[in-house]
């Protein structure tokens, strides 16, 4: 037997950290999208791993006229679909009981008067002691008339209650551009101090994505080269293998930028780039990712014809099936110059990354779908193993894969056997679920779970919230200052337009084949 197998976690289900305490979760947007494909999957395995305290409740509030077993049988249905784990009816009756529903609507007054009698009503069945969790699952221009109800009705409590707390979980998109996101931001806090307020991006809920800072600052090894002395480059690539399918409406508003960009990208970027943090208490760490957004090199004016490249799908093939344009799909502007895909070279203008450029790229349409940080270090030098002009080596390559299968690589080179002197790339691969033998949890279970403890590390803060629209919204007025009519194309199921070959091309490097 191996160290690394002595070592393996078995799969015996851990017991709830003891930061964690009995509370409510109450879903704004109870019978929608998000609830049934995320939520009700993710406090059901939570569940299951023995994470949760034993006493909880969930009390979703929608607009169907559903009853408590209406509630129920859809969130059994949603848990037997998307749940990583399988059913089991002993769990699930259990969970079941701690189900409750509320039907009305958001803008109307007497909705937050019932939701509090059942909250107590639950609370007092559950022996619970008024911690409450309110999840906004809703569109921001909803979030006001929900705060504001909820404080009218004296559901919230203030931060410094020893006794019980109050927090609120809110979905992306938090506004439109920079003004928006201000705007979102001040409405909330109007009802809940910052301590309280915990904007969600699922990203920094994957293992991998959490593991960039163990990488890091854990391994001796990497952090005296994490820097411009030894890297060369980094690249960020999110690739999205569906169009725009039904979004049409949404992304219409958003393209990729904002979509994409402004929130994930941004936030692996901070992870990729932050300075060591002293601690890991939640604002220490997010003081540290705050820093690499105010050292980003704003992209302004006729900057983005340099710096940016954005584009739209055109008709191709993707797995067999044929798909359409983007301006041809239902219920896009047949005129629309929206991006469906957005590539980038931006700076961290400090010490440790001058002059490494970070290449940012995330498109929808493409041949498949994956999420990686690739960091690339600088060549050896043009001498023993890489005299020949005509065999230069690749060069040493870290890969974090975010998804679909979560892990990392780190190339080298090595003999090649029976050899005097030839070398080859070879590959040094961690998955998770060989290492663990078991699936990583879902992005919503840690975050949820992080909610319930308290610990906001994961969470986006205000100031950083503000500063990545500061960020984006300046390339978003240089595009409309001097973009063109027609955006260029790539066809559905290929890596994205010949331009943006061209932008990390003429920097004599190339895009990874994910």
Request: glycine share 6%; hydrophobic share 40%; charged share 25%.
């Amino acid at each position: 037997m191996t160290t690394l197998e002595r070592e393996r976690p078995s799969n015996v289900k851990r017991t709830s950290d003891s930061s964690i305490q009995p509370c409510t979760l109450v879903i704004f947007g109870g019978s929608g999208d998000l609830t049934r494909r995320k939520l009700f999957p993710a406090v059901y395995n939570l569940i299951l791993d023995g994470l949760l305290p034993e006493n909880y409740a969930v009390v979703g509030i929608g607009r169907k006229t559903w009853s408590h077993e209406d509630f129920r049988h859809v969130a059994k249905e949603s848990i037997e679909k998307f749940s990583r784990q399988a059913f089991q009816q002993g769990p699930w009756e259990e969970f079941a009981r701690r189900l409750h529903y509320v039907r009305g609507s958001i803008n109307d007054s007497t909705l937050y008067q019932e939701l509090r009698s059942r909250i107590e009503n639950v609370e007092t069945q559950f022996d619970l002691p008024g911690h409450r969790i309110f999840y906004l699952a809703i569109p921001p221009t909803s979030f006001a008339t929900a705060c504001q109800g909820l404080e009218q009705a004296g559901l919230i409590v203030p931060p410094d209650r020893a006794d019980r707390a109050s927090r609120v979980i809110v979905e992306k998109p938090i506004g439109h551009d920079l003004a928006s996101a201000k705007a979102v931001n001040a409405t909330i806090a109007e009802v809940f101090d910052e301590s309280q307020i915990y904007r969600i991006d699922h990203y920094l809920g994957k293992e991998t994505v959490q593991n960039i800072m163990v990488l890091r600052f854990a391994n001796s090894i990497f952090e005296p080269i994490w820097n411009h002395k030894y890297i060369d480059h980094v690249q960020i690539t999110v690739s999205e293998e569906e169009g725009i399918g039904t979004r049409a409406p949404y992304y219409e508003e958003a393209g990729a930028l904002r979509d994409m960009v402004q929130n994930h990208i941004l936030q692996l970027l901070s992870l990729i780039a932050m300075e060591p943090p002293y601690s890991l208490d939640s604002d220490v760490v997010r003081d540290a990712r705050m820093e690499v957004l105010r050292c980003l090199h704003p992209i302004r004016g006729k900057d983005v014809e340099q710096t940016t490249v954005r584009a739209q799908y055109s008709h191709g093939t993707l797995n067999d099936q044929d798909v359409p344009g983007y301006r041809r799909e239902e219920g896009v502007r047949p005129d629309s110059t929206i991006e469906t895909y957005v590539a980038l070279k931006c700076r961290v203008e400090n010490w440790r990354w001058s002059g490494v450029p970070f290449y940012l790229r995330t498109g929808k349409a493409m041949p498949r779908r994956a999420s990686e940080i690739a960091v690339q270090f600088k060549d050896i030098p043009e001498i023993l193993f890489n005299a020949d002009p005509a065999a230069r080596q690749a060069p040493n390559l870290l890969t974090l894969r975010i998804q679909p299968q979560e892990g990392m690589a780190l190339r080298i080179m090595s003999k090649i056997p029976r050899s005097r002197a030839r070398t080859h790339p070879v590959e040094m691969n961690f998955n998770y679920g060989d290492a663990f033998s078991a699936p990583s949890p879902e992005a919503y279970e840690r975050l949820l779970l992080d909610v319930m403890a308290g610990d906001a590390s994961l969470f986006m803060r205000r100031d950083a919230v503000e500063a990545s629209w500061t960020w984006v919204t300046d390339i978003l007025e240089g595009w409309k200052a001097h973009g063109s009519r027609w955006l260029p194309e790539y066809s559905a199921g290929t890596w994205g337009p010949v331009e943006a070959d061209k932008l990390i091309e003429s920097d004599g490097r190339t895009w990874r084949l994910v």
